[in-house]
């Protein structure tokens, strides 16, 4: 066996059977490898070995590396309001833990550039993002999934003049980050349904929308502005969440309902999309997300409804859309 057919050989088990077979002209060695799912670091630290193996055959002066990746393409959860305050930001949190508990590789997005509360939400305020080759890699959350937000780059209230344009390309910078081995990416879109929505969904393409609504008439009229948005950019609906429905009282756990129950569910229907379920207005919950601490990361009646929810959206994605 001559020296390159030994390293050739090597190559299977320092790669994991993803380099092509090396060739060696003229003193360099060139080979291809396959990084699909690695993230960057992994995909480093392989090359640094295989260079490292190569350079001890004899004849070998330089290597060269060309990386592909047969990606999966990653798809984008857009989770979205007509208005803000109806806990959009708690449903994406929540749905994106609850998603990883199910085994689903997720990252999380927030891009609501203006009031940023994501690193709140999952405990990751003291993470700064580090950038390489002028992408972005995304800070850790205790919760295992990977997120970005624009409360890890700016300070507090910096990003509220920023026009439109510059918020496009924030964002853009968030959702084109290096997201390694994630399938799936929750957007936490920002409340509304202007520019900054419009262009988001033209540019980033989401392969379904969530909407959140409260029981209020009101915000379901919203709803309704945030549907429309999805729809003429042929983006499809996986459903309707219904938050803060009826009062979960802190003592006895009865569900009341100042505003009547259904009222979401109807609407879901007449709008002709799923009903993806209710999370109750409940104190806990709003304790809980303030301090970092996702309900949908325990096993409690607020993490299951959590829960469920995430499991109609797998069953969505998993729909063959
Ligand atoms: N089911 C709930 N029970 C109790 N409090 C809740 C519930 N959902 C959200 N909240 C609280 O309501 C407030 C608004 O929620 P959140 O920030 O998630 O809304 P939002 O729609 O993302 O708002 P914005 O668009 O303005 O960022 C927060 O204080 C949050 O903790």
């Not at 090396?22 to 260079?51: F, H, N, T, Y």
């Not at 510059?166 to 910078?173: D, H, I, V």
Request: aromatic share 4%.
């Amino acid at each position: 066996m001559t020296q390159l057919e030994d390293f050739a050989a090597r190559l299977k088990t320092l790669t994991d059977g993803r380099a092509s077979a090396p060739r060696l002209k003229d003193g360099v060695m060139s080979l291809v490898l396959d990084v699909a799912g690695l993230s960057s670091d992994q995909r480093d630290a392989v090359a640094a070995a295989i260079r490292e193996g190569a350079l001890t055959v004899p004849g070998v002066e330089d290597v060269r590396i060309a990386m592909t990746a047969e990606r999966r393409p990653l798809k984008i959860v857009a989770v979205a309001s007509g208005k803000g305050g109806v806990g959009k930001s708690t449903l994406s949190a929540n749905l994106a833990v609850a998603l990883q508990r199910l085994g689903v590789k997720v990252g999380l997005v927030d891009a609501d550039i203006y009031g940023p509360s994501q690193a709140r939400l999952m405990a990751s305020e003291d993470r700064k993002p580090q950038a390489k080759d002028k992408q972005l890699i995304p800070v850790q959350s205790p919760f295992g999934v990977p997120m970005l937000s624009m409360g890890h780059l700016v300070e507090p209230g910096k990003a509220l003049a920023w026009r439109g344009p510059m918020a496009g390309n924030a964002l853009a910078q968030l959702i084109e980050a290096d997201w390694g081995d994630a399938e799936l990416l929750i957007v936490d879109m920002p409340p509304g349904t202007g520019d900054v929505q419009l262009s988001m969904v033209q540019k980033h393409k989401p392969a379904g929308a969530v909407i959140v609504s409260t029981p209020q008439d009101l915000a379901l009229i919203d709803a309704v502005r945030a549907v429309s948005l999805f729809e003429q950019t042929q983006v499809p609906m996986i459903g309707l969440v219904e938050n803060m429905a009826g009062y979960a009282c802190p003592h006895c756990g009865e569900v009341s309902d100042p505003f009547g129950q259904g009222g979401a569910e109807a609407a879901a229907g007449e709008m002709g999309m799923p009903f993806l379920g209710r999370i109750p207005l409940a104190i806990d919950i709003r304790r809980r997300s303030d301090a970092g601490d996702p309900p949908a990361a325990g096993d409690d009646a607020h993490g299951v409804a959590f829960r469920t929810i995430a499991e109609k959206v797998v069953a969505w994605l998993r729909g063959g859309r």
